[in-house]
């Protein structure tokens, strides 16, 4: 282990658990979600949970958990009561700070959005409603199977709940997309009031549908750039700040979870395909769980759970640190580097020579590095300076 790590400290630690079940499985989703519906093992898969919770508790060493993550899959398709019992899991077996953030993937429908009020007596104090659209015809192509209404009453419906924190995912980019029509998307979610728009480019993942059949009339890489920068302007004139490549915010309540990614903290895994992240005395390690819902739930009735923990290598640490800290809207500082990874300062300067001098990243002077307007426009290309050689 290097002197930096020891002298920098543990970083934060938060924990992510996956609920793998859909109603449908949309067409652009890569993620490691089943449709099941009603055929989902959600008693079994919950114990399977709680088991696992104890399992990563001892990975913790009573380090306390700065946020907590329901995704999927859709986690809305388990009861409150159920999602209930799952956080008192883990109140039960890790240190929970006293501000944890605690989020929940939903998503508008009324088959899949649940009860919000009885998420919010569970614990669930973050909501994230997957909207992606407000278009009619786009929710169709991306094979959506809420209306533009159910966005409307979902976000209502959890307000009138006692959610004062709430995400709304919108995409752009989508097929037959103008720039009108995406800020318009961005306009009727700023009408609702959620205080965080998660907005993301459509981009076709190998392993989906529509990889395999790409829609009609994609947008350019041309027209998407413009998309993108009206989104940003309208976003901005709306009073919302990003802080993200794909984050905005309207009060300043930045999500501690993503940052925490993006910062390269640590991160626990619960659940089918979860990853982890862990930094200990002896260096940094990633783990994963396995991806099949049922192979995942055998492994722990038998008593077989151990994922394998691999360890982070020198190059890996500066690339992983780099993918994330470069999405970054307000950059990152050669100390949150040396805390982060236990590497020197000198390693990264070295690394960063060449893209400074293409123009895709610059120093504010003070030891603090900060991705330009022409670097945030080719990101992909940036981040690839940074592959181990």
Not at 105 to 121: I, M, Q, S
Request: include cysteine; proline fraction near 5%; hydrophobic fraction near 40%.
């Amino acid at each position: 282990m290097s002197v930096a790590l020891i002298s920098g400290g543990l970083p934060p630690l938060a924990l992510y658990v996956h609920l793998p079940w859909c109603v449908r499985k949309c067409p652009y989703c890569d993620f490691n979600s089943y449709t099941a519906g009603d055929a989902a093992a959600r008693e079994r898969y919950l114990e399977a949970l709680l088991a696992d919770i104890r399992f990563e508790a001892e990975r913790a060493a009573g380090r306390p958990i700065i946020s907590v993550f329901l995704g999927g899959g859709t986690p809305s398709l388990f009861s409150p009561q159920q999602i209930g019992e799952l956080l008192e899991g883990l109140d039960d077996h890790f240190v929970l700070a006293g501000d944890v953030e605690i989020t929940m993937e939903a998503n508008p429908g009324t088959v899949e959005c649940g009860d919000p009020a009885g998420y919010r007596k569970a614990g669930v104090n973050r909501l994230s409603i997957g909207a992606q659209s407000f278009s009619r015809e786009a929710l169709r192509v991306l094979g959506r199977i809420h209306s533009v209404e159910d966005i409307g009453r979902a976000v209502s419906e959890a307000r009138e709940s006692g959610f004062d924190n709430i995400n709304l995912d919108i995409m752009y980019g989508l097929p037959g997309q103008s720039v009108t029509a995406a800020i318009s998307d961005l306009e009727r979610g700023a009408r609702l009031e959620a205080n965080h728009l998660s907005w993301y480019q459509l981009t076709l993942e190998p392993n989906t549908v529509f990889h395999a059949r790409p829609p009609a009339a994609m947008p350019d890489d041309e027209l998407s750039y413009a998309i993108q920068c009206g989104g940003q302007e309208r976003l901005a004139e709306l009073g919302f700040e990003q802080y993200e490549v794909s984050a905005y915010v309207l009060d300043g309540r930045r999500s501690k979870h993503n940052l925490n990614y993006w910062s390269f903290g640590d991160y626990l895994a619960i659940g089918a395909g979860a990853h982890g992240k862990i930094s200990n005395e002896e260096g940094i390690w990633r783990y994963v769980k396995p991806a099949n819902p049922k192979q995942y739930m055998e492994s722990i009735e038998a008593g077989k759970l151990s994922p394998e923990c691999k360890s982070v290598g020198v190059e890996d640490r500066l690339f992983e640190f780099m993918l994330n800290a470069l999405r970054l809207t307000d950059g990152f500082s050669e100390a949150l580097f040396v805390a982060r990874t236990g590497l020197p300062a000198d390693k990264l300067r070295k690394r960063l020579e060449a893209p400074v001098e293409k123009g895709l990243i610059t120093s504010s002077g003070r030891c603090f590095w900060q991705v330009t307007p022409f670097g945030r426009r080719f990101l992909n290309d940036l981040q690839a300076e940074f592959l181990p050689k």
